[in-house]
């Protein structure tokens, strides 16, 4: 990674020179100094590899200039180091809510007669994550909805520090239990490169082939959710089944339905053999079949399209602006993979085909989403088929250092900026996992639709709550 | 062939449970147990759990189940000398009484309402609550419900280790539902904080927040796990 130090006078113009040149801001970190410092984390093609601005402002000043006017997807980074630190933003436009600890009241979009607020959450319904919506309608259509959300705020980066460096590793894993993989290998891939070891390569191909299968499982599982929010309560049952099916394989062949307690930094702490890997995996590939089946099949039913066709659309336009991630994101042509874009693990030595869609609306992110699927069983079948004998571990560390690991998480870029101590101790940790990314957008898609479709659209984002609030 | 037909011509996989055991592989990730006379290497599985959850003490040593976050340390296949585990995910237990103590009477035996509500959860034992209501566990067969209303609400299930935030929304539910009720802890961090712990944010649990009934171990529980304490609730602990 390269680093480069600036005055924060010049920052908005080098920001805005960088991403004229492709790079994309994946994270912003305050430095552990005295002096108030910030550290800007870009990521470019995979021959531009990743940068970092070391920013500080003149005469030590706590006020740094605001990214958000010129790149939005700043937006929400910079309200968070706002409320963590003592830094201040200045001319921060302050859009739309990050969350729910002292907050100032959005201001009403609505000012007709008879507008009024409908407060939703953050205890609804009989299955969601804590979270509050404000729905602003004047009776029949919903015009905005503002999500207000660090409910769920469990202090994982704070948490993080002064644990060891494996322990620290187990908050990453259970920010998002349902994407504990991605994410802890994310971790991993900072301690790695920190102590400047390659894991075996057998462990390379069963960290993405399994990479591979929690993603098939997340997504047949966001389908599931989509599928039941339309009422469709037969073929999400089966859905649901399958799902099922899929956990319990994962659960035979690794001893943990969600893959907890495999990655550890230097590799996996369980070997897998060949004989379970190409039991599990054939049993895999046929649920995964039969989901998509499923879904192919209800694309002939009139009354599911109706209810995800042009409904919750997200412009092309706003999601590039906006820095949104994932499958997400590629449904509305935002096309960003860090697969392709910065390969890591066995992606070098395979081809990942790519999904995306036009339309934006939830009927193209449930086709993204099944795309996906498919994209990912080649790429399990590949890796099942051809695993290299051998360690699947080697020893790392203690080392002192700071490095960036990421990974394309099911719902999109998991980017880790990790910093440990000599004794091996994590001595900072910044997680920007792809929920916190899109939930800023989520606004953009619910905007101006029935209240009846409120529960479709959020369904079909596949977003966490959970991991945007750590 | 539309999906309609395609389910109805399915064949019924529905776990026999109670009734049988369940026993397919995959259905729960079991939990480490004690052992009455360890060996030095397992003596040094308990430095490595990152919960404390492993005691020892003298010849033996035992596990705290509520503390485990099933990070696999101590595991067979993971621990050059593991601990024994157990397969079975029957271990709610109650607090400070048995667990047939529980049992919310004849009227709930087959009709209990259950509300859920998110405390900070990770998604994993949400994921797995719901799961309940899968072909596979299809818990409204035993008479188990899930209701978004917590006046209807017999049984309250409290998943995430409490966030700050979260503690007002959660006292307003429970003292919405009307008597009788229970309350179950359901996973690691809402029984002990899991790996989060006490700390700023969050009451490191739930048994310094609300009166708990049940709780419920694992990280996260299976779904097993989370049925054995329901029917715990409504009167049909272990029966066969």
């Not at chain 1, 109706?306 to 499958?327: C, H, M, N, T, Y």
């Not at chain 1, 101790?425 to 990314?437: E, H, K």
């Not at chain 1, 957008?441 to 959020?458: G, Q, S, T």
Request: net charge negative; with cysteine; aromatic share 6%.
């Amino acid at each position: 990674m390269i680093d480069r130090s600036l005055w924060s006078d010049t920052l908005v113009e080098i920001e805005s020179n960088l991403r004229r040149e492709g790079w994309r801001l994946a994270t912003i970190a305050v430095s552990d100094s005295e002096i108030p410092e910030l550290r800007y984390v870009f990521y470019g093609s995979k021959d531009q590899g990743w940068q970092q601005l070391i920013v500080r402002s003149r005469e030590m000043a706590r006020s740094f200039p605001s990214l958000t006017a010129t790149d939005l997807s700043a937006d929400w980074l910079e309200r968070e180091i706002e409320e963590s630190s003592a830094i201040e933003f200045a001319q921060h436009p302050h859009r739309g809510d990050a969350g729910a600890r002292n907050r100032p009241q959005p201001g009403r979009a609505l000012r007709e007669e008879g507008a009024f607020v409908m407060p939703v959450g953050p205890v609804y319904s009989a299955e969601s994550e804590s979270a509050l919506f404000l729905l602003e309608t004047t009776g029949e259509d919903v015009q905005r909805a503002a999500p207000r959300l660090l409910y769920k705020y469990r202090g994982i980066e704070k948490l993080a520090q002064g644990r060891s460096v494996e322990d620290a590793m187990l908050l990453v894993e259970r920010t998002n239990g349902t994407s504990a993989f991605g994410h802890s290998w994310a971790y991993c891939m900072a301690a790695e490169h920190i102590c400047g070891i390659e894991v075996p390569v057998r462990a390379r191909r069963l960290r993405t082939m399994l990479a591979e299968l929690e993603r098939i499982r997340r997504h047949v599982a966001v389908l599931r959710e989509t599928v039941e929010s339309t009422g469709m309560r037969v073929a999400a049952a089966q859905l649901f089944e399958l799902e099922e099916w899929f956990l319990r394989a994962c659960g035979e062949m690794t001893g943990h339905r969600y893959l907890f307690g495999l990655n550890c930094v230097g590799g996996l702490q369980r070997n897998i053999s060949d004989a379970a890997v190409y039991a599990a995996t054939g049993e895999m590939l046929a649920i995964a079949n039969n989901a998509l089946e499923t879904m192919k099949l209800l694309e002939e039913t009139s009354s599911f399209i109706d209810r995800i066709e042009r409904v919750g659309i997200l412009q092309e336009k706003r999601a590039l602006e906006s820095g949104a991630v994932g499958p997400f994101a590629r449904a509305s042509n935002a096309v960003h993979d860090l697969r392709i874009e910065q390969p890591y693990g066995a992606y070098p030595d395979l081809g990942v085909r790519i999904a995306s869609q036009h339309a934006g609306d939830c009927y193209a992110r449930l086709r993204v989403l099944c795309a996906e699927i498919t994209s990912s069983l080649e790429i399990v079948a590949e890796l099942a088929s051809e695993l290299p004998p051998g360690a699947v571990r080697v020893a790392c560390g203690p080392r002192a250092g700071e490095a960036i690991g990421w990974v394309e998480a099911p719902a999109g870029a998991s980017v880790v900026l990790l910093r440990l101590d000599e004794e091996g101790r994590c001595a900072s940790l910044r997680f920007t996992p792809p929920s916190f990314r899109n939930w800023p957008c989520f606004r953009l898609v619910a905007e101006n639709f029935a209240l009846a479709d409120f529960a479709i659209i959020l369904a079909s984002c596949g977003l966490s709550v959970a991991e945007n609030d750590r | 062939m539309s999906w309609f037909l395609r389910g109805i011509l399915g064949r019924i996989h529905t776990s026999r449970y109670p009734k049988e055991p369940e026993r397919d592989p995959g259905t729960t990730p079991g939990l480490p147990r004690g052992v009455e006379h360890a060996d030095p290497q397992q003596r040094a599985l308990a430095a490595v759990c990152p919960t404390q959850a492993i005691v020892v003490l003298d010849e033996a040593m035992d596990v705290r189940e509520e503390r485990c976050v099933h990070c696999m340390r101590c595991a067979p296949g993971v621990a050059s000398h593991p601990l024994p585990w157990r397969r079975d995910a029957e271990w709610a237990s109650a607090v400070e009484r048995l667990i047939e103590d529980v049992a919310l009477g004849r009227n709930f035996r087959e009709s209990l309402h259950v509300r859920v509500v998110d405390a900070g959860d990770c998604g994993a034992c949400s994921s797995e609550i719901a799961h309940l209501s899968d072909p596979l566990y299809n818990m409204d067969r035993l008479g188990l419900f899930v209701t978004p209303s917590p006046r209807k609400a017999d049984v309250l299930l409290v998943i995430g280790p409490v966030t700050e935030q979260t503690r007002g929304p959660l006292f307003e539910t429970y003292e919405a539902m009307p008597q009788p009720k229970r309350v179950i802890a359901v996973g690691a961090c809402a029984t002990s904080g899991g790996v989060f712990g006490p700390g700023s944010a969050t009451a490191g649990g739930l048994l310094d927040v609300l009166p708990v009934d049940v709780v419920v171990p694992g990280c996260p529980p299976p779904p097993l796990a989370i049925l054995d304490a329901l029917l715990a609730v409504a009167g049909r602990t272990r029966e066969r």
